[in-house]
Each structure stands twice: as C-alpha cells, then as structure tokens.
C-alpha cells in the first residue's frame, strides 16, 4: 500500500510559468517532509523541505505548501524554467527514531517547454 | 567537492551469480544508506548504518541480501543468487547525521543492475 502518492506521472508546463506538483500521504505518523529532483543516469538530489508544524517554506523560486489536515503537499515552482525539467520525487519521514527513513512516492516527471 | 561515489554504473550479470555493488559515501558523512528504485517507482529504503554497524535493515527484502560498512566509511551491497526481479537502480546516499531534520540524503548515481 502506498503511503506517498504522487498520482500525476508527468505534467507540461510553458517557460515562465508556475508548476504545481502535489502529493498525497496517507500515514498520520509523518512529520518532516521533502522534494527531490531527479535528472536522468544521476541520483535524486534535495530541493527543499518542510516540517509538519509549518505550512509553508520557500526557497527562492521553489515552495512547499502542506496542508495536514489533507494530508497534502504541493511544490511551486515560480517561474518554470526549461532546466527544471526532470522527475521530482515527493517523500516523507517519520516522526521520532525512525526519521532517517524517507519513503517516497513514485515521481512525477516535468517537462518545461521553451 | 566530491559527492557519493557508486561503482559499478552499470552491471549486467545471469541469474544466480553473486554481486557486489560498492559506495563510496561523502568524506566525514557518518550515516549511508542504501535504496533501490525499480522501473517506474520511487526509491525503496533498503537499509541504513551508523557508522560501523547496520541500524536497521529491515528493508533488505530477504537473506540473499546483505550489506557491509567494515570502517566506516566505504559500503558494499551483497546480493547472492540474483533473481530476475533483482534488476533495478541500487541507489547509495550519505548524510552528516542520521536526522532527516537538519541533514538530507546526498544520493550517488546509482547501479543499475540487470539480471538476465
């Protein structure tokens, strides 16, 4: 059962314009959440994060929106940009001990277009 | 500065040998863990040390599956008798602490194994 659901595989956006890339988690128990890019043949790397006691977080163009309640992240990317074009992953921690294990949704692959 | 090193990039190998994948993790970063991401999936959290010692590895899917970190520093994923399903990208990260809070997972480039 999937606990981090990312349930759009891919998106097309304009150069210039806002990308929102959502996720859904469904285990109450998490409490630090992050984005990950991926490009292809390279690891993922860490774009940014958010802890469960925020709702927002913004770094530069990049922002995250978490709605506990919902159980829902969002990532804004303002403006798009033709190198943003890549997978980004959504992923989730556990609160307490166990917070060194990301579980991550599936990815969603953006493409920015020129 | 030089980030998480993966050897092989790629490996290709028959069902039922043995292989070894290696990682080299940033210098001074004292967690490593290890993932794998299959065909249209997310990473999977396979196992994680502190230091010497494996802290939990109850992602290793079963006992042909088993990983080392004999210093500290350098690891080896060991996986016996491969299996078609096997094949996936192992991906290898390092972090400063083992708190997702304040330090996030350095990934490497991956192995992509594929059992033929």
């Known amino acids: 059962d999937q606990q981090v659901k990312q349930n759009s595989p891919s998106l097309s956006v304009q150069e210039g314009r806002i990308s929102i890339l959502n996720c859904d988690y469904t285990n109450s128990m998490f409490d630090y959440f992050l984005w990950y890019k991926k490009y292809p043949a390279e690891g993922p790397t860490f774009l940014i994060s958010?802890?469960?006691?925020?709702d927002k977080n913004e770094d530069g163009r990049f922002t995250v929106f978490l709605n506990k309640s919902a159980k829902h992240l969002s990532l804004h990317i303002v403006p798009s940009q033709p190198g943003d074009s890549a997978v980004y992953f959504c992923?989730?921690?556990?609160?307490?001990?166990?917070?060194?294990?990301?579980?991550f949704g599936k990815g969603t692959l953006l493409t920015v277009n020129p | 500065g030089a980030g998480v090193s993966q050897t092989p990039s790629n490996k290709v190998t028959e069902k039922g040998k043995y292989v070894e994948l290696r990682c080299d993790p940033i210098?001074?970063?004292?967690?490593l863990y290890w993932y794998r991401q299959s065909l249209g999936q997310g990473p999977e959290f396979l196992i994680y040390?502190?230091?010497?010692?494996?802290?939990?590895d109850s992602g290793l899917p079963n006992d042909r599956f088993f990983a080392v970190r004999p210093e500290g520093s350098v690891s080896t994923l060991k996986i016996q008798r491969t299996e078609r399903g096997d094949s996936a990208v192992y991906l290898c990260a390092s972090s400063l602490t083992s708190s997702s809070y304040n330090s996030p997972l350095h990934f490497g480039n991956g192995t992509r194994l594929t059992v033929t």
């Open positions: 958010i802890s469960s006691i925020k």
């Open positions: 210098s001074g970063h004292t967690a």
């Open positions: 992923a989730a921690a556990l609160s307490g001990g166990s917070n060194y294990k990301l579980t």
């Open positions: 040390f502190q230091g010497t010692g494996a802290a939990d």
